[in-house]
């Protein structure tokens, strides 16, 4: 009963000499709440020691137990952020990266594109020089022909007269 008393004692005052500490701590994130909830468990501890408790031993176990606990999720709740964050730095960077490998074919679709086109204007080109060249023989095969139809006429008249 006693020790009931003691325990109970204690227990308001440390609660009450927490809450401005809880309150400052609340402003630094938690490693300092974390700290606060060590020190709590720490002075439990001593008091149990001094008093010869042994369930307020027990109960500043539990709360260390916690308090180590609760750091170990604020480190790994730590770690999923970077993790988080690099995930997604590389899905920028694999964004980017898909960017510029289809800039990179579209200047190659582009160019072929423009390519192509050179070849075709070229034949074409071709077509149309050869065209001339045959369209300049035609003529020049009709004029050789006039002419030796002329030539023969008048050798034909020059010699019938």
């Not at 020790?3 to 400052?24: F, H, N, S, V």
């Not at 916690?66 to 899905?91: F, I, M, P, Q, S």
């Not at 070849?119 to 071709?126: S, Y």
């Not at 001339?132 to 006039?146: F, G, H, I, P, Y």
């Amino acid at each position: 009963m006693l020790g009931q008393i003691r325990r109970g004692l204690l227990d308001a005052y440390l609660k009450l000499a927490r809450k401005p500490l809880d309150t400052a701590a609340k402003r630094f994130g938690d490693n300092a709440e974390i700290g606060v909830d060590r020190m709590d468990a720490g002075v439990r501890d001593v008091a149990g020691r001094l008093l010869f408790d042994d369930e307020l031993r027990d109960d500043a176990r539990r709360r260390r137990v916690a308090a180590n606990e609760r750091e170990e999720a604020a480190r790994l709740k730590g770690k999923a952020e970077n993790v988080r964050e690099d995930a997604r730095e590389t899905a920028q960077r694999r964004k980017a990266q898909a960017a510029k490998v289809e800039r990179s074919q579209q200047e190659r679709i582009d160019s072929e594109t423009r390519r192509d086109r050179l070849e075709a204007l070229d034949a074409k080109h071709e077509a149309l020089a050869d065209a001339a060249d045959a369209s300049v023989a035609r003529e020049e095969a009709q004029r050789l022909k006039q002419a030796a139809g002329r030539t023969k006429a008048k050798r034909t008249s020059g010699t019938s007269r």
